[in-house]
T-cell receptor, first 113, second 114 residues
Framework: NAGVTQTPKFRVLKTGQSMTLLCAQD?????MYWYRQDPGMGLRLIHY???????AKGEVPDGYNVSRLKKQNFLLGLESAAPSQTSVYFC????????????FGSGTRLTVV | GENVEQHPSTLSVQEGDSAVIKCTYS??????FPWYKQELGKRPQLIID?????GEKKDQRIAVTLNKTAKHFSLHITETQPEDSAVYFC?????????????FGRGTSLIVHP
């Protein structure tokens, strides 16, 4: 039982490049989330999904897109990376209602130069 | 939307002391309050949670209390140990459109000195 797996773990991008972060969970969770974590800012929600093919914007969605074609996978895309997107990205998943705690992935450290 | 304030931002204690971290929330409809521990370089992990129909919950050395009237909840760690050193995040989940997306506090860095 792997839980929540994120790939890659580290990445360096040049400004303007694109990339996709992959999150996979094997717990049959309905909900999946993408957060970014910056020093002193806590965890800020980028996008989330409440089911296959259903996504919604979070607190800081600009510059990111997501897709959930399969229940177990949630992809985060950066179309044109900017230095402001340098951060640690965490994926998480949970059961739906009633609310339950999250299981987080191990994170992706992204640097945009 | 929900707003969660977490205090203090940094807490330094001696091994064996107790530590208390407090969070306040703004939306009285919030009904689920988890706490996460994040060790340096690691992922956040759920350590304890409480629902709005309960006032207190304990798990060995950690406990969480909830005061719905005052809209605050607290994490209590007794007999602290160096391995308790980490950043702790609180969160509050509010029902909205059938989903319960939580709002996180900004975190408390707990340092336990041996």
């Amino acid at each position: 039982n792997a839980g929540v797996t994120q790939t890659p773990k580290f990445r360096v991008l040049k400004t303007g490049q694109s990339m996709t972060l992959l999150c996979a969970q094997d717990m049959n969770h309905e909900y999946m989330y993408w957060y970014r974590q910056d020093p002193g800012m806590g965890l800020r929600l980028i996008h989330y999904s409440v089911g296959e093919g259903i996504t919604a914007k979070g607190e800081v969605p600009d510059g990111y897109n997501v897709s959930r074609l399969k229940k177990q996978n949630f992809l985060l895309g950066l179309e044109s990376a900017a230095p402001s997107q340098t951060s640690v990205y965490f994926c998480a998943s949970s059961y739906s209602v009633p609310p339950y705690g999250y299981t987080f992935g191990s994170g992706t450290r992204l640097t945009v130069v | 939307g929900e707003n969660v304030e977490q205090h203090p931002s940094t807490l330094s204690v001696q091994e064996g002391d107790s530590a208390v971290i407090k969070c306040t929330y703004s939306d009285s409809a919030s009904n689920y309050f988890p706490w996460y521990k994040q060790e340096l370089g690691k992922r956040p992990q759920l350590i304890i949670d409480i629902r709005s129909n309960v006032g207190e919950k304990k798990d060995q050395r950690i406990a969480v209390t909830l005061n719905k009237t005052a809209k605050h909840f607290s994490l209590h760690i007794t007999e602290t140990q160096p391995e308790d050193s980490a950043v702790y995040f609180c969160a509050a989940s509010t029902p909205g459109g059938g989903s319960y997306i939580p709002t996180f506090g900004r975190g408390t860095s707990l340092i336990v000195h041996p």
